[in-house]
């Protein structure tokens, strides 16, 4: 690491860490449930769950698992909201010496359908909201086992079954779906398989720091997203780094177990799931929030109890501060308002200390490096504007197109190394191969600075890929799907700056039917096309500005969307 970075790094910070002192990300566990056993690991909707119960679960669903005759390291999907069922299941299927493949549950059938056979999941577990979008595909993918939760399966009792009721019967947010029995595949209800489970014991696995853990899918510039293939040995990094960062401002609690730390980010998400790898590390609990789209549930929760640590992307802090109940919320015991997923602006920053007393830190991390890259101080109690320095164990550098590294001061490609960086892209060795510098550096796509002090600040981003609120969206995607829709000639998509998105998508549409409106457009990427991906403005073009071999330009066609 650069002389300057360490330099300036914060006090009681280590420069590197072990993952080495783990076998595999399971034995990280295992040690964490039992030394934390007596402590809450989550509340949601009021029911707690102690890590004893994580352990029980959690080693039931993955007996459950091996029962299935699955093979080592099979991929597992999981396709679930923030509910306690999501982290028994990552800990089941890692447990079990399998991999976690993480599904975005609002994805469309087409997404889904290309997740679950790129990734050759043969299982899946899945909330009962989205087994209709299953449905659509399943016959077309390799699953052979599903397990179906419902939303009040882990919420106790009476509780539980009236939230499963309210959720189908008054919500009617459960579409009515039916999944085939053919080709031998089973469809078991979540508590189903944990009681069958129950009964059998959890053999232990072979495997090692270097497993695969995760498969974590990410934009593709193909149109196609790819998974990010994240070993044993980059997860406990990954945690171990972030527990070396973050300790220093959540000590201030006194006692580790009292840490009350937000999970308002999708878990799916590799910004969340870190944060929750980093809970179970410190034995600190988590409160889960299934929508924090509803904003007044939302500040409600956090009204409830002190907090002290609130990782959110930019827009999320946004949704906050334009509350008028956020004044009656405590804030005294926040010490961390980590932003990250996205740029963080400083009007945002500034208007969130104005209102919480507490300073918002940016970090900058990808997929590809289990979310963690650079960070600044957590004691910093001002927006720095910059992304901060590279934590323990991480080098950056600013190189160019030739791979050769940059002086402080000059922008270039922001490349990174560490334990925590991904092995490569599954089953795309051309892919891994463009995203590696010949000394072992992943290219990250982002235009950066390092300044003289080792901070770095993101000044572009190399690649066209769009921003929404925290999502990468990847134009070439949504070009595909639109090309299709009958009409269109031809369409380029761009971002355009958004206050409340960070940025939005534009489609630029040459249409060859002049009775095609936006209205159609819109509806036709409605149904195939997730939320974040849908775009927010369609303008129609005679013609769309090109190279003099065909090639759309959209770097000119971004000056027009603003």
């Known amino acids: 690491m650069q002389t300057s970075v360490l330099k300036n790094y914060p006090a009681g910070v280590p420069h ?7 076998r595999s990300l399971g034995q990280l566990f295992e040690e964490s449930f039992k030394r934390y056993a007596d402590r809450p690991f989550s509340v949601c909707m009021e029911k707690w769950m102690s890590y004893r119960e994580l352990d029980e679960l959690s080693a039931a669903l993955g007996a459950w698992l091996q ?4 093979e080592p390291g ?8 923030n509910i306690p069922q999501f982290a028994v299941t990552m800990a089941a299927v890692l447990r079990a010496g399998y991999t976690c493949v ?3 549950p609002l994805y469309t059938a087409r997404e889904l359908e290309h997740q679950l056979k790129d990734s050759g999941a043969t299982s899946i577990v899945i909330l009962e909201n989205f087994a209709h979008t299953l449905e659509q595909v399943i016959e077309r993918t390799g699953i052979q086992h599903v397990v179906v939760t419902a939303m009040g399966d882990l919420l106790g009792g009476l509780y539980g079954q009236w939230i499963t009721f309210a959720v189908r019967n008054l919500a009617k947010m459960v579409p009515a779906y039916k999944l085939p029995l053919d080709k031998g595949r089973t469809v078991t209800r979540f508590s189903n398989a944990v009681s069958e489970g129950r009964g059998r014991t959890l053999a232990p696995t072979s495997d090692t720091l270097d497993s695969i853990a995760f498969l974590q899918y990410t934009g593709g510039t193909t149109g196609l997203s790819k998974g990010a293939v994240l070993t044993h040995r980059n997860i406990v990094a990954a945690t171990l780094q972030a527990e070396a960062w973050f300790t220093p401002a959540l000590g201030k609690a006194g006692d580790l177990s009292k840490v009350n730390s937000i999970a308002a980010l999708p878990l799916y ?4 799931l870190t944060l929750c790898l980093l809970a179970i590390r410190q034995g600190s609990h988590l409160t889960l929030i299934p929508n924090p789209r509803d904003m007044r549930k939302f500040i409600a929760v956090l009204k409830k109890r002190p907090f002290h640590m609130l990782p959110a992307v930019n827009t999320l802090f946004n949704g906050l501060l334009m509350q008028p109940d956020l004044k009656t919320v405590d804030f005294s015991t926040l010490f961390v308002s980590q932003a990250g997923g996205m740029a963080a602006s400083e009007g945002t920053a500034q208007r969130w200390q104005e209102a919480t007393g507490c300073a918002m830190i940016e970090g900058w991390g990808m997929s590809e490096t289990c979310a963690i890259g650079t ?3 957590v004691m910093n109690t001002t927006f720095s504007g910059t992304i901060g320095l590279p934590l323990p164990g991480i080098e950056i550098a600013i190189k160019d197109d030739a791979g050769q590294t940059l002086p402080e001061g000059e922008a270039g490609e922001l490349c990174i190394k560490g334990p925590n960086v991904m092995v490569g892209y599954y089953n795309q060795p051309a892919e891994t191969a463009a995203a590696f510098t010949a000394d072992g550096f992943m290219r990250t796509g982002d235009i950066a600075v390092m300044m003289s002090d080792g901070q770095s600040r993101i000044v572009d981003r190399k690649k066209d890929m769009i921003l929404v609120s925290g999502f990468n969206v990847f134009p070439n995607e949504l070009e595909n799907v639109i090309s299709l829709c009958p009409g269109v000639v031809e369409c380029a998509a761009v971002g355009v700056p958004d206050e409340r998105q960070g940025e939005a998508i534009k489609v630029f549409v040459v249409r060859r039917d002049a009775s095609l409106s936006e209205e159609d457009v819109l509806r ?3 149904d195939r096309l997730t939320g974040y991906k849908r775009p927010k403005h369609i303008e129609f073009r005679d013609a769309l500005p090109k190279t003099n071999v065909g090639k759309i330009l959209r770097r000119e066609l971004r000056p027009a969307a603003h």
Not at 67 to 70: D, E, P, T, Y
Request: glycine share 4%; with cysteine.
């Open 16 to 22: 590197t860490v072990d993952p080495e002192q783990y």
């Open 67 to 70: 029962s299935r005759g699955l």
């Open 74 to 81: 099979a991929r597992v999907a999981i396709m679930l909201p």
């Open 102 to 104: 993480n599904v975005n």
């Open 269 to 272: 998400h590799i910004f969340a």
């Open 375 to 377: 960070n600044n101080p």
């Open 524 to 526: 036709y990427c409605h």
